[in-house]
């Protein structure tokens, strides 16, 4: 059984102008963990200043909730990358937009420096379904990202996804809600421990938790349906490579998804895909940049 249980989704597209950009600025921190100042006026005042955005930022610095790391530029420019204090932290914990969200904030300039490259990948992502959203009039905003969610897949073992993402397709006269599993690469691992990831989704869309001390007597359904109505779908999403090298990963999770029995049993039932960070934002999550682990042509995210 997860100790992380998933909140409900928020269902507002981008936070209301009306409330203190403050208290969403340590709110977004608390729930993306780090994000530069572009990230977070993009993510809560799109149509904002990055000055608003920077006098915002260091008040709360100059009052001691947040804090920030120079990020190495080869421009000579100087990025920031926000996150909270201790303080910061506390003050957020206990807020209702944040209910559920993994209790392990990063507080302090050492883990920040460590986590940084791929939590500020994550962020990106975020942001390129979140823009993507906004343009289609859908329903996707920051609270609807939740990242390092742990679920337990048995044996002792947990899985925890980069992020599980909440999404409403919306038209006319219909509403889809929509859930994904996200996976960040930055090619900093194997391809083959990459593609093993899947193996662990496949034992997570198994996993039966049975009460200690007790013979199997009924099967209460697998463990992920006490969070989510249906399976969440899964995406890899990959960057930090040549073009060539990111391709010959996808075909590294093509062949794991055809070749392990359990995660071709998982591939019958979700929607398995990989797409590259550069294509998702240079074009859309909702354009043809989606690649099936199940072979196909490519496609967007929300027709798999």
């Known amino acids: 059984m997860s100790s992380l249980a998933p909140r409900a989704p928020a269902t507002a597209t981008a936070p ?6 403050a208290h969403q600025v ?5 729930q993306h963990r780090i994000a530069t100042t572009s ?4 993510m809560l005042r799109p149509a904002g200043t990055r000055q608003l955005m920077s006098r915002v930022l260091n008040r709360l610095r100059s009052d001691g909730f947040v804090d920030c790391t120079v990020l190495p530029d080869a421009n000579r420019t100087r990025t920031h990358a926000w996150y909270l204090t201790p303080e910061g932290a506390r003050l957020t914990r206990d807020l209702p937009i944040l209910r559920g969200r993994p209790p392990h904030p990063i507080t302090s300039r050492t883990a920040a420096s460590l986590k940084t490259p791929h939590t500020l990948a994550v962020v990106r992502a975020h942001l390129a379904f979140a823009e993507d959203a906004r343009r289609l009039g859908h329903e996707h905003g ?9 679920h337990s897949i048995g044996d002792g073992e947990r899985l925890v996804a980069d992020a599980v993402m909440y999404y409403t397709v919306t038209d006319s006269e219909h509403r889809r809600k929509l859930r994904a599993f996200v996976e960040i690469d930055r090619s900093t691992m194997s391809s083959e421990r990459l593609a093993v990831k899947l193996i662990e989704y496949a034992r997570l869309f198994h996993y039966e938790a049975q009460p200690a001390g ?3 007597q009924t099967s209460p359904g697998p463990t992920w349906l006490r969070w989510y109505p249906v399976f969440p779908r899964i995406l890899f999403i990959l960057t930090g490579t040549t073009r060539t090298r990111l391709e010959h990963r996808i075909n590294d999770l093509q062949a794991m998804t055809a070749q392990h029995p359990l995660v071709a049993s998982l591939a019958r039932e979700v929607r398995l895909a990989a797409a590259t960070l550069e294509d998702l934002e240079h074009h859309s999550p909702t354009q043809n940049v989606w690649t099936p682990l199940t072979n196909g042509t490519p496609r967007p995210w929300t027709d798999l």
């Open 39 to 42: 990230q977070l006026r993009r």
């Open 142 to 150: 920051p609270w609807d990202w939740t990242p390092e969610i742990s």
């Open 26 to 30: 340590l709110a977004g921190l608390a």
């Open 214 to 216: 007790r013979r199997k």
């Open 16 to 21: 209301s102008p009306a409330e203190p950009l």
